[in-house]
Every structure is written in structure tokens, then in C-alpha cells.
T-cell receptor
Framework: GQNIDQPTEMTATEGAIVQINCTYQ??????LFWYQQHAGEAPTFLSY????GLEEKGRFSSFLSRSKGYSYLLLKELQMKDSASYLC??????????FGTGTRLLVSP | DVKVTQSSRYLVKRTGEKVFLECVQD?????MFWYRQDPGLGLRLIYF???????EKGDIPEGYSVSREKKERFSLILESASTNQTSMYLC????????????FGDGTRLSIL
């Protein structure tokens, strides 16, 4: 079976750091993606991990441990515009992505 | 920038109607996908295509069909719309390599009355 788990909702304060976790169990693994989706808008690509370790891209970083079936997205220096849903997705076989249900992040002043 | 365009932002149809949702991408991507997104269920794959005239079932293909006659266009067809197909429908496209992300359109919010 295929299962991806993320927390449903998180809250944080402007300027803080937040870590959004994702655990997965999938048949096959060809990489893990993180997407950001603002309410009423399309998901937009944030990061891709296929090897263990940390990938840094500005204020956003993503970590992967394949042996643990675990990833996290780290957001630093939070801004109000970071309030959105964050989707974890695993590429199992071929070109298909399996998505988690997403984590809604609310950033308050 | 990749542009994925879905023909309608909002659509209202009646049960039993045949419904067409159109998607066009302008980056010559090999792969195209149709998802539906429902609260608490996330994005679920309906169908995808990795080449012209090719199609593969996703996780929830029942009640849907697709057509890809040209590389840039991927159509989703609801053969006989039912109320449980009320949802947000998202189209995406990607290049044919493992590390390439999918790029999404803005979505069509479809209501079946």
C-alpha cells in the first residue's frame, strides 16, 4: 500500500522557524517533492529530494531520510505570505506522484 | 515560465451530463496528469498520459475518461456526471525525467447539481 502522513495544521509566529514533517510508506521510491499551495491557487513546486540529506533553497530547506521513510520541510524567518498548505508527494513508480493530504500553516503577527 | 491553462475556473453542470475539462500546456512536456482535490483527501490521481494517444489509469479512474490527441492538450471527460464528482480538478504537466516537478494549472471548481 501507499501511505503519506503529514500533520493537518500548524501555527507559527512571523520571524520564527517551523518544521513540517512527512512520513511515507510507498511501493518504490524515486524522489520526494514539496509543494506550496495558497488557498484557491495551484500548487507550486518548492523542493525535490532523492538522496539522503538536506537541500537548502533560500529560506526553505528540505531533508530526506530514505531508511526512515521521513522528510521535513524547514521554513525560516517566517513571513505572513508563508501562510499556505504544504504538500508532501512521493514519486513511486514511473511518473506518478502520491500526495499527502497537506499541512495548513498559519503564520500570525 | 511553464504555463498550464485550464479552460474554466468554475463550472456548473447537471447530473447525467457529459462534461469536458480541457488543459493545455505550452512547454512541450511529455507527461500530463489529471487530479481531483477534496478536503481531507488531498490530491488524487485520476488519469495520466506520457505521450500522445497514450493514457494510464490513476488511483480513481472510475467515471472518467481522457483524451490526448495532441501533445499540448489533455482532456478529462466525465461520461455521465454525478454529484459525487463535485470537486476541484487540477491538471499538471512535467518533463519525462524522474527529478522533474509537475507544474499545475489553476484548477477548475466543478459543481454537479
Amino acid at each position: 500500500g501507499q501511505n503519506i502522513d503529514q500533520p493537518t495544521e500548524m501555527t507559527a509566529t512571523e520571524g520564527a522557524i517551523v518544521q513540517i514533517n512527512c512520513t511515507y510508506q510507498t511501493s518504490g521510491f524515486n524522489g520526494l517533492f514539496w509543494y506550496q499551495q495558497h488557498a484557491g491557487e495551484a500548487p507550486t513546486f518548492l523542493s525535490y529530494n532523492v538522496l539522503d540529506g538536506l537541500e537548502e533553497k533560500g529560506r526553505f530547506s528540505s531533508f530526506l531520510s530514505r531508511s526512515k521513510g521521513y522528510s521535513y520541510l524547514l521554513l525560516k524567518e517566517l513571513q505572513m505570505k508563508d501562510s499556505a498548505s504544504y504538500l508532501c508527494a512521493v514519486r513511486g513508480g514511473f511518473q506518478k506522484l502520491v500526495f499527502g493530504t497537506g499541512t495548513r500553516l498559519l503564520v500570525s503577527p | 515560465d511553464v504555463k498550464v491553462t485550464q479552460s474554466s475556473r468554475y463550472l456548473v453542470k447537471r447530473t447525467g451530463e457529459k462534461v469536458f475539462l480541457e488543459c493545455v500546456q505550452d512547454m512541450d512536456h511529455e507527461n500530463m496528469f489529471w487530479y481531483r482535490q477534496d478536503p481531507g483527501l488531498g490530491l488524487r490521481l485520476i488519469y495520466f498520459s506520457y505521450d500522445v494517444k497514450m493514457k494510464e489509469k490513476g488511483d480513481i479512474p472510475e467515471g472518467y475518461s481522457v483524451s490526448r490527441e495532441k501533445k499540448e492538450r489533455f482532456s478529462l471527460i466525465l461520461e455521465s456526471a454525478s454529484t459525487n464528482q463535485t470537486s476541484m480538478y487540477l491538471c499538471a504537466s512535467s518533463r519525462g525525467l524522474h527529478n522533474q516537478p509537475q507544474h499545475f494549472g489553476d484548477g477548475t471548481r466543478l459543481s454537479i447539481l
